[in-house]
């Protein structure tokens, strides 16, 4: 099979969507099937990598981090591409990547599917603040609606986006499709040479978050549930290991609390060693997102055994239901203050979660989930062919 994908954001932006892509397309690959992207260049960014196919792009207002790709070099990077035969296209973005794969399906005259990656109508406030929250959700289900409408099927990560789609009255057909992780590739790591290079003894209570360090994320939240659990434990220490537009006030907000000497802002970590290194430092993974609509993080922590304190928010919940790894905390500071101190400073409870924090990850592999999404693909193929 011959795909498509196309996408307004691919790496050296780090995030769930790039990782996504990154993940399916190696998967895809390794069953023999031919996945070329269109993605943005960036400055700096990496050299030729096969099938993907960089578009100049320029900055985005109010979004330092990403690109918007120039319309006039994607349509010549496409029109080069109609030359071959593509059998389905996959959009990975609502921007221009929507509109450009849309009437490059159609010239083609294949079907084409579309990953929702993103909760909009929560993510767009934090980039837009100074347009009514109310204006911006209903933008985001309008226009959420109206693209669906244009793919022949939607691909979602989790259950809660699901249900959130059905209740803006997207009608498209919709199946839940999360993206798997590489199981096998996550092991070793040196917690204690991580401690060494961040002054962190081997007495501290290590929590990590570790993601895109973005309004989003509700870090701040951490940060204050941080404060009033070290108030009460003296050896308890938190990194954040990421970077985003949201880095500097976080900064500035931990200098607020109190907790500037014991928070460790470690910036991305090379994931085929110091990110591992990072995760085996922990003696737990605390996340707060409330807009997340799957958290791969969760995963990954989980599979290297750490236990994890969240809110089972949107995407989630399908990750930390029935989850004895994972210890569910109410989304209030106070409350998540207190099981984030539960689990640092119980030995027995912080040991018995990190023996059974693997248990369940199989279900994830990043192989099974390729299968279901070439099956997804052979479906709208055979439905696209009976129309």
């Given at each position: 099979m011959k795909i498509l994908m196309i996408s307004d954001?691919?790496?050296?932006?780090?995030?769930?969507?790039?990782?996504?892509?990154?993940?399916?397309?190696?998967?895809?690959?390794?069953?023999?099937?031919?996945?070329?992207?269109v993605a943005p260049a960036y400055?700096?960014?990496?050299?030729?990598?096969?099938?993907?196919?960089?578009?100049?792009?320029?900055?985005v207002p109010l979004d330092p981090e990403d690109?918007?790709?120039?319309?006039?070099?994607?349509?010549?990077?496409?029109?080069?591409?109609?030359?071959?035969?593509?059998?389905?296209?996959?959009?990975?973005?609502?921007?221009?990547?929507?509109?450009?794969?849309?009437?490059?399906?159609?010239?083609?005259?294949?079907?084409?599917?579309?990953?929702?990656?993103?909760?909009?109508?929560?993510?767009?406030?934090?980039?837009?603040?100074?347009?009514?929250?109310?204006?911006?959700?209903?933008?985001?289900?309008?226009?959420?609606?109206?693209?669906a409408a244009q793919v022949d099927r939607l691909l979602v990560p989790s259950t809660a986006m699901r249900d959130k789609l059905a209740d803006y009255g997207v009608g498209t057909p919709m199946q839940i499709l999360p993206t798997g992780i590489p199981v096998d590739r996550l092991s070793g790591g040196d917690g204690r040479r991580f401690r060494a290079q961040h002054d962190l003894t081997p007495e501290d209570r290590v929590m990590l978050f570790v993601g895109r360090v973005a309004h989003e994320?509700?870090?701040?939240?951490?940060?204050?549930?941080?404060?009033?659990?070290?108030?009460?434990?003296?050896?308890?220490?938190?990194?954040i290991a990421g970077e985003g537009p949201?880095?500097?006030?976080?900064?500035?907000?931990?200098?607020?609390?109190?907790?500037?000497?014991?928070?460790?802002?470690?910036?991305?970590?090379?994931?085929?060693?110091?990110?591992?290194?990072?995760?085996?430092?922990?003696?737990?993974?605390?996340?707060?997102?409330?807009?997340?609509?799957?958290?791969?993080?969760?995963?990954?922590?989980?599979?290297?055994?750490?236990?994890?304190?969240?809110?089972?928010?949107m995407g989630t919940r399908d990750v930390l239901e029935g989850q004895p790894g994972a210890l569910v905390a109410e989304d209030s500071v106070p409350e998540f203050a207190q099981a984030m101190l539960k689990v640092a400073t119980d030995d027995a409870l912080r040991g018995r979660m990190a023996a059974r924090a693997a248990e369940g990850v199989e279900a994830w592999r990043a192989g099974p989930l390729a299968e279901r999404l070439i099956a997804a693909y052979d479906e709208v193929l055979a439905t696209a062919g009976s129309r």
């Open positions: 954001v691919y790496f050296p932006r780090v995030n769930g969507v790039s990782t996504s892509i990154q993940t399916f397309r190696g998967e895809l690959a390794a069953r023999g099937h031919r996945v070329d992207l400055p700096g960014g990496p050299g030729d990598e096969p099938g993907v196919h960089r578009v100049r792009s320029r900055g690109r918007l790709m120039a319309r006039s070099q994607a349509r010549t990077t496409l029109q080069a591409l109609e030359r071959e035969r593509f059998d389905i296209v996959h959009i990975q973005t609502p921007f221009l990547a929507h509109y450009l794969g849309i009437a490059f399906a159609r010239r083609q005259r294949v079907p084409v599917v579309e990953t929702y990656h993103t909760f909009f109508e929560e993510y767009l406030y934090h980039y837009v603040p100074f347009v009514p929250r109310a204006a911006m959700r209903a933008l985001a289900r309008t226009v959420s609606r109206r693209q994320k509700n870090i701040g939240f951490l940060l204050h549930a941080f404060r009033q659990a070290a108030e009460r434990s003296a050896g308890l220490r938190l990194v949201a880095l500097p006030g976080l900064r500035e907000l931990a200098d607020r609390l109190g907790v500037a000497a014991r928070t460790r802002f470690v910036g991305y970590l090379d994931r085929d060693g110091a990110l591992q290194d990072c995760y085996r430092a922990a003696d737990a993974f605390v996340f707060a997102s409330r807009t997340e609509t799957q958290g791969l993080v969760l995963l990954e922590a989980l599979a290297l055994g750490v236990p994890v304190v969240a809110l089972s928010v």
